[in-house]
């Protein structure tokens, strides 16, 4: 046995006699050195073994605590500076999507579709038709890939409405755009690579990111979206970025898309620059403007999914990258998940193909501008609440209390008083921070329900101001 894994099964003995509980510190790492008569490295091994092993964590970077011994290891991914970095999400996401199925009167917290906008009638007879098919094609095996016909619909029926039109081998059918993005990222990122983002951003996009140990750079944003004249100074300044990760339509929290203006600056930019793009273009519907990646010549890697458009229980969702890329991607897929549920292809394929997406688009961009207005017109009146931007577009307000309440104990309060909403500061890629900001997602809230919602939110705010 070497050293360091002797020094583990001591300390690992002491836990388990009950001399250390959870949440007493470890000594520190001199005096662990000079007791067991090993070196500090020694003991940094040998405390990395104990963390794998679910005896302890870091709750801050000094000494460890004990937490376990815990039933079941614990994967632990660490950033260079050797921070364990898969605890330090966002403690709000692990119980995000519980939210979806609260029966909480005014939802603010999911960004859902709205549930009226589902073509009910619809998916019960593409689903009809389905049980006509011979079963191994609806409920079988189908490639890691993608069904080739779903993604021929995908391409001539969704992409094409905006100018995009790949070939089908550099379409990767995904459960989710989530799942690309952590695809792309297990791929590429090691622990301590440089991702830049705008900031804000999707808080489930730097959960996938910082669980991979990267350091994340974010540019702040604007009415325009992305300042892209800060991107030159960040890429010169550290280490080289892996990639630029941007929402270019409608960005989750704050509704701001991009300039054509500074979309010109952006392609300029990264031409030169030569930084690889991940666009996530899951609000993309919402304009009619090509996404960057159907710029010819542009290192573009393109995410997007019907989650936001359609519905986000069938978890469909594609990548568009170079053939090569997606073959890598496709042996990353098949380590935690075979291919994409072979229904739900078929349910979005029957959709696609229906014929009615044009209207379907049209009737969610009217309801979604709707929302937002009302949302807005709202706000105005209680001045507690002030939006990033009053031009947005899409599910979501991003707001700042003009109290010193904090976000935190108000969205405890929001659960008992039926109001749920997001805090903002899982959207903070740092350095500015959004703790004093809430984010609003209204699109699967009725308008009633957002004018009463939103003024029983702001009476919260200004009581416990
Ligand atoms: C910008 C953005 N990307 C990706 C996702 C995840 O979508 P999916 O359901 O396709 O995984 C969301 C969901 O909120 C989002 O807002």
Do not use: C
């Amino acid at each position: 046995m070497k050293a360091y894994q002797q020094v583990a099964n001591q300390i690992r003995l002491v836990i388990e006699e009950g001399s250390l509980n959870p949440g007493d510190a470890l000594p520190s790492e001199r005096q662990t050195a000079e007791r067991y008569s090993v070196s500090r490295s020694t003991v940094r091994r040998a405390w990395r073994e104990l963390e794998s092993m679910g005896y302890i964590a870091w709750a801050d970077q000094s000494s460890p605590t004990v937490v376990g011994p815990s039933a079941w290891p614990q994967k632990v991914e660490r950033s260079a500076m050797g921070r364990v970095s898969s605890t330090s999400q966002p403690g709000f996401l692990s119980d995000l999507m519980q939210a979806a199925v609260s029966p909480a009167r005014y939802n603010f917290e999911i960004g859902m579709p709205d549930p009226d906008l589902l073509p009910v009638a619809d998916f019960q007879r593409i689903m009809h038709e389905l049980f006509s098919y011979p079963s191994r094609d609806v409920f079988g095996y189908s490639p890691t890939s993608g069904l080739n016909r779903v993604r021929q619909a995908l391409r001539e029926e969704y992409l094409a409405r905006r100018q995009f039109d790949p070939a089908l081998d550099q379409i990767l059918v995904t459960a989710g755009s989530l799942q690309g993005l952590n695809l792309l990222t297990r791929l590429w990122v090691n622990p301590g690579d440089v991702i830049v983002t705008e900031n804000p951003t999707f808080a489930g996009a730097l959960h996938v990111f910082r669980a991979y140990g990267a350091h994340i750079v974010g540019i702040p944003i604007d009415g325009e979206g992305l300042q892209v004249d800060l991107l030159d100074a960040v890429v010169r300044r550290g280490p080289r970025p892996k990639f630029l990760y941007i929402q270019p339509i409608a960005q989750n929290p704050t509704g701001v898309s991009l300039s054509p203006a500074r979309r010109r600056l952006l392609l300029e930019w990264a031409s030169e620059s030569r930084l690889p793009i991940i666009e996530d273009d899951a609000y993309g519907f919402l304009s009619g403007s090509p996404p960057l990646a159907a710029t010819p010549g542009s290192r573009v890697v393109y995410l997007n999914t019907l989650s936001k458009i359609l519905s986000p229980g069938i978890r469909v969702g594609l990548l568009v990258a170079p053939p090569d890329l997606i073959r890598q991607l496709v042996s990353l897929k098949q380590l935690s998940d075979l291919h994409t549920s072979t229904l739900s292809q078929l349910v979005a394929e029957g959709w696609l193909r229906m014929g009615d997406v044009d209207t379907h688009i049209s009737r969610a961009r009217a309801i979604y501008a709707s929302r937002l207005k009302t949302a807005l017109k709202v706000l105005e009146m209680t001045r507690v609440l002030s939006p990033f931007t009053k031009s947005g577009l899409g599910f979501y307000l991003f707001a700042r209390l003009e109290t010193e309440t904090s976000t935190n104990f108000l969205h405890q309060e929001g659960s008992r008083q039926d109001v749920l909403f997001a805090p903002g500061e899982p959207f903070g890629a740092g350095p500015a921070d959004f703790r004093q900001w809430i984010r609003i997602a209204v699109g699967a809230q009725p308008t009633a329900q957002i004018e009463t919602g939103l003024r029983r939110l702001a009476r919260m705010v200004e009581h416990h101001r």
